[in-house]
């Protein structure tokens, strides 16, 4: 009887709390994945060598005296 009068007073109420009730685990599972999804986002980044091993083979050289400034204007 308590459970029909608290529907038939707060039926919002009510059926939020029998919602969190059952969503609870699914919240927890997808809040645990999104974790493990953001923690292999950041190993993935970090074992990314990439960076530094695509360097160029040459060195740059900017060339000497007015060459460098040759095209300024």
Same mark, same amino acid.
């Given at each position: ?7 038939? +007073? ?7 709390? /029998?919602?969190? !009730?059952?969503? =609870?685990? &699914?919240? =927890? !599972?997808?809040? @645990?994945?999104? !974790? #493990? %999804?953001?923690?292999?986002?950041? /190993? @993935? #980044? +970090? ?9 160029? !083979? %040459? ?6 005296? #007015?060459?460098?400034? =040759?095209? =300024? &204007?």
């Amino acid at each position: 009887m308590r459970e029909y009068l608290d529907l038939v +007073t707060s039926p919002s109420g009510v059926l939020s709390e /029998v919602s969190e !009730k059952v969503l =609870a685990p &699914v919240v =927890a !599972k997808l809040d @645990t994945a999104k !974790k #493990r %999804t953001e923690l292999a986002l950041a /190993v @993935t #980044r +970090t074992a990314d060598a990439e960076g530094p091993m695509n360097v160029p !083979k %040459t060195g740059y050289s900017p060339g000497s005296g #007015r060459d460098p400034w =040759a095209d =300024a &204007v």
